[in-house]
């Protein structure tokens, strides 16, 4: 290394020296264990802190420093540690031989501070205690055995599982409580087997309690409790239902005998077919069919419910007795069956009904006539004889049938009441002889003119856009007349003035637009619909029309003037107003809202206007002279304004202001010099011109021109100046002698 040392004069000195850095090797000897390979055995259940081996390692000769231990591998979960001074290797937590039986630690050695180290493998093996009883998958299960099986079958098979090893994990099976010598168990296997056959008709179901046992002894924990002889064990129990044989036929306890009268409607209850089986299950569930006598299907007899109807009407005339072969079959296999032969005997009622002379009669009444209006006659027979041969007239219940009475006797038919057509049009009326057949009366109810259209509201508003092409539709009209034919007949009207804007369908009352629509014309139209039929007694109907017109921006806004013009002071300050403009717009709400924007002219943004209210006010301060500089004519601007409306899309227009800037004489007379240097001869005569003086001023007009004056160094009068135009003259004789050098202080005002 080169190391300068330098001082910190102001012409700095500076030396130099060379420093030579040798680097020595060391060796550095490590502690060596006194084995390459250790191995422990701890039990699973071993306590905390409890020790399970020691590792050594040796120091090298003449060495003063102390070895340390430490785990650097093998212990992610922080199981074991170990003595750093003596090397003794202990539990901190719980072990577990089921989750891990083996742990390989790699442990270190270091001599004193130094950076190199040794290590050694430490094998530890956690053996199992018997800590976990056995477990069934389930505490209960239920099989079935059919009674062929023969003895030595295997009917079930036990399935226990233990979580330990070796002999605490072996299981022993056994049967705890027998409920009969029909059934052994394998105690290795859990196999259970048939001993002997078994029927169900001695018994149907076995219960077998099965015990499953460990071959291991208790923990070391737990012998201190209970008896070297008690075990970890675990209990199931199953359910042996034993399958019927089906040995039994059906047999009939429902009578073979059944009388049903013949005017029984279709689906009538005839019977019930009933036949019963002792088996069980399958073996005993009858089904029922018809074999024979059943051939023109007069009955359906339902295979499950043994119900028998019938399928078609009876007829005792055409066929007074059935004799049907039923037969009880049951689910077995094979199958057995039972056959009975039932008897249905077809009773006779009185079927001889008088009969109409016409089935349908129809015939006409006018409305609004009296009570008491005769109708029609209707006439029956009866080929019975004596009293059933007699016969007696009614009405049959129904709608509009208490308007109206029938002469039990004769079969007249007289109103009870005035009829309305646009009550009931139409009565539909069964009459019969007592406990016959019916006749049918169609009466039709002549219709008058004695109703008058309506409308379904007395008053209709809608709203329609102004932009409706013509002849669009806006509004249905309906209205409804009770009467029939030419006096139902609505046609409809338009009456009060709708300013040729509207007109209606004189027969569908569809309203449609005439010509186009302009809200700012008329925004509103009232007028009324008229509905008249073809009767001149009645009044018409009238409902009132009310149309708004709904706005469109269809309008752009105007202002007052194309051109505007303005003036302002210079030197005013910002915000100052200088005119407002007017727009207005024809259009409703957002579409006749207006604002207003500068367009263009304002590019540094001299001039601002409210958007709201249209006054233009200055921005920044006006110079009028800047402006006229470089406008070389006047100093005056020229903005292009903007009124835009609210509507969708928006509409705009424009309009021209040109704002002049007024002078204000804020700029002082400017001389040409300072100092205006003159040499005369003194010999030069009165008047002449000694020179001229000359003054600029930025402002304009008045405040621009200027006058001149001499206001000190002319005491005695030599000089004269021309207050216009600045020219200097002489007006008494110079005499260098005398006065050689003259100072004239000029004013320009």
């Known amino acids: 290394l080169t190391v300068s040392a330098r001082d ?30 250790y191995s422990f055995s701890v039990p699973e259940d071993a306590p905390e802190d409890s020790v399970i081996g020691t590792v050594k390692a040796r120091e090298p000769p003449n060495s003063l420093e102390v070895v340390s231990y430490r785990i650097c591998s093998g212990d992610p979960h922080g199981k074991f540690s170990v003595d750093p001074q003596f090397g003794i290797i202990r539990t901190k937590k719980q072990l577990d031989h089921e989750a891990q039986s083996a742990v390989v630690l790699t442990v270190q050695s270091q001599l004193g501070n130094s950076s190199v180290y040794s290590s050694t493998q430490v094998n530890i093996s956690v053996t199992d205690i018997n800590d976990n009883p056995p477990v069934f998958l389930t505490k209960s299960d239920k099989v079935t055995v059919s009674h062929t099986q023969p003895p030595g079958t295997a009917v079930y098979i036990a399935r226990a599982e233990d979580k330990d090893s070796g002999l605490n994990g072996a299981i022993k099976y056994s049967i705890a409580s027998k409920q009969s010598d029909a059934f052994s168990i394998d105690p290795s296997l859990g196999v259970v087997n048939l001993t002997r056959s078994v029927f169900a008709e001695k018994q149907q179901e076995y219960t077998l309690h099965i015990a499953a046992e460990d071959c291991g002894s208790p923990p070391l924990t737990s012998l201190l409790a209970i008896n070297l002889t ?38 009538f209850l005839v019977h019930h077919v009933i036949a019963k089986d002792p088996d069980e299950g399958r073996n005993g569930q009858v089904t029922y069919h018809i074999l024979s ?62 009969v109409f002379l016409k089935q349908y009669y129809e015939t ?42 029938m002469n039990s006797h004769s079969g007249e038919l007289v109103t009870a009441a005035s009829l309305d057509r646009e009550t009931q049009e139409v009565f539909s009326i069964k009459g019969s002889p ?8 169609c009466l039709t109810v002549l219709d008058e003119n004695d109703h008058s259209p309506l409308f ?9 856009t102004e932009d409706l092409e013509e002849g669009s539709a806006i509004l249905d009209l309906c209205a409804s007349d009770e009467d029939a034919g030419l006096n139902g007949e609505v046609m409809y009207s338009l009456i009060d003035d709708t300013y040729g804007a509207f007109a209606i369908d004189s027969v569908t009352g569809s309203i449609i637009t005439t010509k186009a629509l302009d809200r700012e014309t008329k925004s509103q139209y009232t007028f009324r619909a008229v509905a008249s039929d073809c009767s001149t007694h009645f009044p018409r109907s009238t409902t009132v029309m009310t149309v ?66 249209g006054i233009l006010a200055t921005n920044t301060g006006l110079d009028y002279e800047s402006i006229s500089s470089y406008r070389f004519v006047s100093a005056s601007h020229q903005l292009v304004l903007l009124a835009s409306d609210h509507g969708t ?56 021109e200027i006058t001149y004056a001499i206001i000190s160094g002319n005491d005695r009068g030599h000089f004269c100046l021309d207050a216009r135009t600045g020219s200097v003259n002489l007006t008494k004789m110079l005499d260098y002698e005398d006065t050689m050098k003259f100072t004239l202080v000029i004013q320009a005002t």
């Open 8 to 37: 910190g004069g102001g012409l700095p000195s500076a030396s130099n020296a060379a420093v030579t850095v040798n680097i020595l090797h060391t060796v550095l000897v490590p502690a060596i264990f006194e084995r390459s390979r």
């Open 230 to 267: 008690d075990r970890r064990l675990d209990s199931l129990a199953v359910k042996i239902v034993i399958l019927d044989v089906n040995d039994n036929s059906p047999s009939f306890v429902s009578s073979p005998l059944s009388c049903v009268m013949e005017d029984v409607e279709m689906g």
């Open 293 to 354: 006598g059943n051939e023109n299907k007069a009955f359906v007899l339902d295979k499950i419910t043994g119900l028998l109807t019938t399928a078609q009407f009876l007829d005792r005339e055409v066929q007074e007795r059935y004799s049907l072969t039923v037969v009880a079959l049951d689910d077995g296999s094979p199958a057995l069956s039972a056959t009975q032969v039932l008897t249905i005997v077809v009773l006779d009622v009185n079927d001889e009904t008088p």
């Open 364 to 405: 006409e009444v006018h409305e609004n006539q009296d009570p008491g209006k005769f109708v029609i006659r209707v006439e029956a027979v009866d080929r019975d004889a004596g009293l059933n041969s007699l016969l007696q007239y009614e009405i049959l219940p129904g709608a509009g049938y208490e308007k109206f009475k």
């Open 434 to 441: 007592s406990r016959s057949s019916t006749a049918q009366l």
């Open 456 to 464: 379904a509201k007395t008053q209709y508003q809608i709203s329609v």
């Open 548 to 613: 708004l017109i709904q706005d469109v921006n269809d309008n752009a806004p105007k202002f007052e003037q194309s051109y505007y013009k303005a003036s302002v002071w210079e030197g005013q300050s910002p915000k100052t107003d200088i005119i407002q403009v007017f727009a207005t717009d024809l259009d409703s709400g957002l579409n006749g809202e207006t604002e207003y924007s500068i367009l263009s002219g304002n590019e540094n943004a001299t001039f601002l206007i409210d958007s709201a209210r």
């Open 649 to 704: 899309p928006s509409l705009n227009s424009t309009a021209t202001v040109l704002i002049t800037v007024l002078d204000a004489n804020d700029n002082p007379p400017v001389l040409s010099s300072p100092e205006y240097h003159v040499h005369v001869k003194e010999s030069i005569p009165i008047g002449s011109h000694i020179t001229e003086v000359s003054a600029k001023d930025c402002d304009a007009g008045t405040n621009a």
